[in-house]
């Protein structure tokens, strides 16, 4: 027979191994910010830097052409985030699928 303190640890334990799942959900305008950053950055920023590597001077004249295609992935991200149902939530088509 079970105690309750028995009931009760093991619903303790249940909820913090029920937090631990749960992430945090970043919001969508997190995304564009960080797409536009990006896009500013490898554009304008990381072209003006210097370095005596032969390798890596190539990859920092590159940049420009990659921003493009990084800024996208971020901003692609964020129309997902803008439009993925929150946590828990019930479509209205599957509520009448009792």
Known sequence: ???????????????????KIRRRR???WF????????????TYWLPTLSTDI????????AAPNLAPIASIAFLLLGAKALYDPPEGHIHPQ???DV
């Open 1 to 19: 027979m079970k105690s309750f303190s028995d009931d009760r640890e093991q619903e303790i334990i249940s909820m913090k191994t029920s937090q």
């Open 26 to 28: 970043i919001p969508w």
């Open 31 to 42: 995304h564009i910010i960080i797409a536009a950053a990006l896009y500013l950055g490898l």
């Open 54 to 61: 032969p390798w890596l001077e190539t990859l920092l004249h």
């Open 94 to 96: 599957d509520k009448g």
